[in-house]
């Protein structure tokens, strides 16, 4: 399997797991929600989660996303990028978290209070980047 079949196997979906790697290395599984952006996949998070602080150390990771109806997973390794933390209600992460938030859920109520609790909740991207991928698609 190629990292595009991946991707737009996982293009369909909004929810996966992200693995990263504790201080001591051993992994550490969050359940995220998720869109795939520009080749690559896009996660929004704070800046205080575990998860953040482990990819500020080490940003390798496996994007795992699994179908058990069809037995059909994908595992993707990939190298992953921090944004920086929304620190005004128009600056470039918002922006970005608003098409996150478009690409997952599709429109807000209210875009002017999502920019304030964006700021507010020290929002931040995680971009995934593939490297390479396994799995088996039915």
Same mark, same amino acid.
């Given at each position: 399997?190629?990292?595009?079949?991946?991707?737009? =196997?996982?293009?369909?979906? $909004?929810?996966?797991?992200?693995?990263?790697?504790?201080? #001591?290395?051993?992994?550490?599984?969050?359940?995220?929600?998720?869109?795939?952006?520009?080749?690559?996949?896009?996660?929004?998070?704070?800046?205080?989660?575990?998860?953040?602080?482990?990819? &500020? $150390? #080490?940003?390798?990771?496996?994007?795992?996303?699994?179908?058990?109806?069809? =037995?059909?997973?994908?595992?993707?390794? &990939?190298?992953?990028?921090?944004?920086?933390?929304?620190?005004?209600?128009?600056?470039?992460?918002?922006?970005?978290?608003?098409?996150?938030?478009? &690409?997952? &859920?599709?429109?807000?109520?209210? =875009?002017?209070?999502? $920019?304030?609790?964006?700021?507010?909740?020290?929002?931040?991207?995680?971009?995934? $980047?593939?490297?390479?991928?396994?799995?088996?698609?039915?």
């Amino acid at each position: 399997m190629d990292i595009d079949e991946a991707l737009t =196997w996982a293009t369909g979906r $909004r929810n996966g797991v992200l693995i990263t790697l504790r201080r #001591d290395g051993r992994a550490q599984s969050s359940d995220v929600a998720f869109a795939v952006i520009d080749g690559r996949i896009d996660v929004s998070v704070t800046d205080d989660r575990a998860k953040t602080r482990n990819i &500020a $150390r #080490d940003n390798r990771v496996v994007f795992h996303l699994t179908d058990p109806p069809s =037995w059909s997973y994908v595992s993707i390794d &990939a190298l992953a990028e921090l944004s920086p933390v929304a620190e005004a209600p128009d600056d470039s992460t918002v922006e970005e978290l608003i098409a996150l938030y478009r &690409a997952v &859920a599709g429109e807000h109520d209210d =875009w002017d209070e999502f $920019r304030r609790a964006m700021v507010a909740e020290k929002r931040r991207v995680i971009r995934l $980047r593939p490297q390479s991928v396994t799995g088996q698609i039915h």
